[in-house]
């Protein structure tokens, strides 16, 4: 039976790498893999789903008020799999068309992404995918003074933690760093 999975962490963990190599060893064994990512996230271009360890693939970008269920059926129904890269960016309303993808037509959906923002609250595609998912699993990553990161601090161009703003803003070691939660509120309260 085939299910939704959620895999998760704080940035820097190689969420993205590891769905890249789940790519590859799903394509290793003759099956074909639809890769798909928000179109919010032009990082790396359009279509690019990329690594910090320099992996990289095409992908489908997806807009936010695409129903991802009807993509799959209509366009992509021939793949043995999908997997999603920054999946925190879905709605939950396309969480719930992957779970369609799982149910009615017995293929297993991979989601990896960022649980929290910079606030430490949940996205929404998130949120999702936490109260459905079938399997889930952190995927973890190190703060600089080795404890567990859970917390993606975003940094202003002064290096600054930042606790106000949009949820969403692109970026990369130039604007987050991953941080336990001890070292995040530390560091807020030392900048007050």
Avoid at 58 to 65: G, L, Y
Avoid at 75 to 96: M, N
Avoid at 136 to 142: L, Q
Avoid at 149 to 164: C, P, Q
Wanted: net charge neutral; with cysteine; glycine share 6%.
């Amino acid at each position: 039976m085939a299910k939704l999975y959620f895999k998760f962490g704080a940035m820097g963990c190689s969420k993205t790498a590891q769905a890249l190599i789940t790519k590859f060893n799903y394509e290793e064994r003759n099956m074909k893999v639809l890769l798909l990512k928000p179109a919010v996230d032009t990082r790396d271009g359009a279509t690019v789903v990329r690594s910090r360890i320099g992996l990289k693939q095409d992908a489908i970008a997806v807009r936010s008020d695409e129903d991802l269920y009807a993509l799959y059926e209509n366009k992509y129904s021939d793949s043995d799999v999908v997997i999603v890269d920054e999946c925190q960016f879905l709605t939950p309303e396309q969480v719930d068309q992957l779970a369609d993808i799982v149910m009615k037509k017995n293929i297993p959906v991979l989601c990896f992404g960022l649980s929290t923002d910079f606030t430490t609250h949940l996205f929404p595609g998130s949120k999702r995918l936490f109260e459905i998912a079938e399997s889930i699993s952190e995927i973890k990553s190190v703060c600089s003074c080795g404890a567990k990161a859970t917390v993606n601090a975003r940094l202003d161009e002064n290096g600054k933690i930042v606790t106000e703003g949009s949820q969403v803003l692109l970026g990369g070691n130039d604007r987050y760093v991953a941080m336990c939660r001890k070292c995040w509120l530390k560091y807020r309260a030392e900048q007050a």
